[in-house]
């Protein structure tokens, strides 16, 4: 039975913001994969690859997708942009949670991201020739999601409000317990 609230998305679309907000909102334990891993290894995830590299990572990342989704009571998860990579990862979101992907145009996302010098997938070349990279390689294994949410010209309360009507529209008829 699906119970949890999850968010998935590209690097940059505003998960882990959105996916507090609707936490705080909804008063239901908020659960961000790699703000997990990052404790229970007392590492930051550029830390993780550098030492171990991007497999032991990936690694985690399915380890602590497994726990979450078995929690037994409904929460928001949000993930890192890569947890699509795994197909167990997928089938355990879908399996467990109503899943909504977050996407932004990859121009906004390099907007967003031209800062941020934390993340080390983006760590090499032009930041816009990553983000297109990585874009273009993922964007079909956010296919699965049950619900898909255009950031671009939204402000993050929007989003987040338009999540909520949705899970509460859920809850009515009875898909979301």
């Not at 229970?40 to 380890?63: A, Q, V, W």
């Not at 950031?151 to 989003?159: A, R």
Request: hydrophobic content about 35%.
């Amino acid at each position: 039975m699906k119970k949890h609230l999850i968010i998935i998305g590209f690097m940059g679309t505003g998960k882990s913001t959105i996916g507090k907000m609707i936490s705080q909102s909804l008063r239901l334990e908020y659960l961000d994969t790699d703000e997990i891993i990052q404790r229970d290894r007392n590492c930051s995830i550029p830390e993780i690859f550098e030492k171990y590299g991007e497999l032991t990572f990936r690694n985690l990342e399915t380890g602590v997708m497994e726990q979450t989704v078995q929690n037994t009571h409904p929460s928001i998860i949000t993930t890192g942009g890569g947890i699509v990579l795994r197909s167990e990862n997928r089938v355990a979101m879908s399996k467990y949670g109503w899943v909504f992907a977050l996407h932004a145009h990859p121009k906004e996302i390099i907007r967003r991201l031209q800062e941020d010098t934390s993340r080390p997938l983006l760590q090499g070349g032009s930041l816009e020739e990553r983000v297109l990279h990585l874009y273009e390689e993922r964007k079909r294994l956010y296919q699965f999601a049950d619900y898909h949410i255009d950031t671009d010209n939204q402000t993050e309360q929007q989003v987040a409000n338009q999540i909520k009507d949705i899970w509460f529209n859920l809850i009515k008829s009875g898909d979301a317990k």
